[in-house]
Every structure is written in structure tokens, then in C-alpha cells.
């Protein structure tokens, strides 16, 4: 078990196309445990394997909401191999996104408010279900990254480049600070 170092934009491996996951092996499960300790650390709900540089289709997601009555978050940690979207509902949801590799900067982003996904599971049993909600938002935010694409990405050119000033500022302001 390992916290890896997340890759943050402009970094160009971020716009690497992931292959698909071939074989469910002693390395593979190494990687998807430390990619649960990096996101749990960061912390974040939702990690792309090629965000800690590892350019394959596996993510995991667990948006650890917190229990009704105690408040506390509930850990349902989720790996996701190979997924894919079979459906998109018309209607549209509109969400507050942000990414481990777009530190500390938020953007709403509308996306299809329910999908179909398929996926593989870490003992490579197939899922088949109906996501919606903040769910289906993530899994839809973190396939992205297996396609090189970044939430970022589906701002407006405007919106995106005051984003990325902010972050740059960010950087700076960091840098001086340390
Ligand atoms: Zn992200």
C-alpha cells in the first residue's frame, strides 16, 4: 500500500488515451490499492489510474456520504475496470466538479443525469447497473480520463482560462508561501 504522487495539468500524460485492462494480476491489484490510499489521502471521491500515471482503464470512485444518523462518512470503496457507458439519459444534471489534477479549482458541469455503465470489478466479475446522481456525474468525470479529457474541458474557453489563471496564481501564491 502506497500514496502516489497525482499528476496535475498542463502534465501531457493526463491526454493519454488508456488501454484496456487485459489480465487481473498481483500488479493490477497493487495499483488499485494504492490508488485508494492516494485518493483517500488527497482526499478526493473519484481517482483515473492515469492520474497517478499509469495509463490503463481503471478507476476508483467512493463518494464516502456521510451515514443519515451519525453523520460520519461510510467508505463503499468502488474499483471500476473497463468501464463503459452504454446509455445516457436525455436529461441533463448540473454539478460543482473539481479534479485531484486540477487542484483545488470548481466548475459546474452539466452531463447526462442517469447512465447505463458496465464495468469489471477487482475478482472480474461483470457489473451492469443504472447510476444516477452524484454517482453517475463521477463515473462519467473520471471515464473522461481514460480518454485524455479533462473536466475542464467542457467549460467555455472563457470560463476555462480564468480557471487556470486561478490556478496558476494558486501555484504561485504556494510557492512564495513555502
Ligand atoms: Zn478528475
Excluded at 10 to 19: F, N, Q, V
Excluded at 75 to 82: G, L, W
Amino acid at each position: 500500500m502506497a500514496i502516489l504522487p497525482i499528476i496535475e495539468t498542463p502534465d501531457p500524460r493526463l491526454r493519454t488515451i488508456s488501454t484496456p485492462v487485459e489480465a487481473i494480476d498481483a500488479d493490477l491489484q497493487r495499483l488499485i490499492d494504492d490508488m485508494f490510499d492516494t485518493m483517500y489521502d488527497a482526499p478526493g471521491i473519484g481517482l483515473a489510474a492515469i492520474q497517478v500515471g499509469v495509463p490503463k482503464r481503471v478507476l476508483v470512485i467512493d463518494l464516502q456520504e456521510p451515514d443519515q444518523e451519525s453523520g460520519e462518512a461510510i467508505r463503499n470503496p468502488t474499483v471500476f475496470i473497463n468501464p463503459q457507458i452504454l446509455e445516457g439519459s436525455e436529461e441533463h444534471s448540473v454539478y460543482q466538479e473539481g479534479c485531484l489534477s486540477v487542484p483545488d479549482q470548481y466548475a459546474e458541469v452539466e452531463r447526462p443525469a442517469t447512465v447505463r455503465a458496465s464495468w469489471m470489478d477487482r475478482n472480474g466479475v461483470i457489473h451492469e447497473e443504472q447510476l444516477s446522481g452524484l454517482l453517475a456525474t463521477c463515473l462519467q468525470h473520471e471515464m473522461d480520463h481514460l480518454e485524455g479529457i479533462l473536466f475542464i474541458d467542457h467549460l467555455s474557453r472563457l470560463k476555462r482560462d480564468m480557471l487556470l489563471k486561478k490556478l496558476t496564481k494558486a501555484r504561485k501564491d504556494n510557492a512564495k508561501a513555502a
